[in-house]
């Protein structure tokens, strides 16, 4: 059985809140007797050396607690901090398709057959609203930019192949950048199972359009002036400088 106290030391909330979660305990404020329901269990608590660091480690041989501890080593700073968002990636990837198992095609797909309806669109509306539905619809081409350019390749030239290969409507709107090309190259994201999370696209798109939408409305902006009195008129000593 475990009981766990907070005591004042090096222990964040977050640490005591991991630990109860694991050994299905409650965090006491003061050193009292526990009741029933207060009471954790683990199965082996031990001293072990990780590095040259001595850690205490919770080692459950039961599946009721689903917590774990993944443990980075690298050569160097920057190569644990790759690779810790690279985990972060990838656990917070999974809590999303747990409430929403819902995929769009990947690689730049989806922006660039949103780009290609919009304008289309954008086209075929009157007036001066063409023009705002046309650069919103230029707005989505800005990923798969940045997707080209940190590839190395040419953003002008990979565009220019995505919305030739989309005016497919049937086999082209799955067409996406091809990212282990050396070449400005275009692929079916959906045979080659490249995907994105559909939750993070509605919320991306919906959080831009909100921030765009709030600098359009705003019809004045207040200068913030300077604290202190009025300056001292020229020619005038200052009274600190006597």
């Not at 050569?75 to 968002?85: A, K, Q």
């Not at 797909?109 to 290609?116: D, G, P, Q, S």
């Not at 939750?199 to 409305?217: G, M, P, Q, Y």
Request: hydrophobic letters at 40%; glycine letters at 8%; aromatic letters at 6%.
């Amino acid at each position: 059985k475990a009981v766990v106290s907070t005591q004042s030391g090096h222990y964040g909330r977050g640490d005591l809140r991991r630990l109860c979660k694991s050994v299905s305990g409650t965090a006491l404020p003061n050193l009292t007797v526990p009741s029933a329901e207060e009471t954790g269990f683990c199965s082996v608590v031990q001293l072990e050396e990780v590095g040259d660091t001595t850690v205490v480690v919770f080692r459950q041989e039961r599946e009721e607690t689903a917590m774990s501890t993944i443990i980075i080593r690298g050569s160097t700073d920057n190569i644990m901090d790759d690779i810790e968002r690279a985990i972060d990636d990838g656990v917070n990837s999974v809590k999303v398709l747990s409430r929403d198992q819902r995929c769009l095609p990947g690689a730049g797909a989806t922006e660039i057959e949103l780009a290609k309806q919009l304008m289309s669109f954008g086209q075929q509306t009157p007036g001066m609203e063409q023009y705002a539905i046309k650069k919103f619809a230029e707005a989505f081409e800005v990923f798969p930019k940045v997707l080209a350019e940190n590839t190395g390749l040419k953003a002008n030239e990979v565009l220019a192949n995505m919305y030739n290969a989309h005016q497919d409507n049937i086999s082209g709107i799955n067409a996406g950048i091809n990212l282990e090309s050396d070449y400005c190259e275009v692929m079916d994201v959906v045979e080659r199972g490249v995907y994105d999370l559909y939750l993070t696209k509605f919320w991306a798109i919906k959080f831009a359009v909100n921030a765009a939408t709030t600098v359009l409305v705003v019809d004045q902006i207040i200068m913030a002036k300077q604290a202190g009195g009025p300056k001292p008129r020229k020619g005038q000593a200052d009274a600190d400088d006597d």
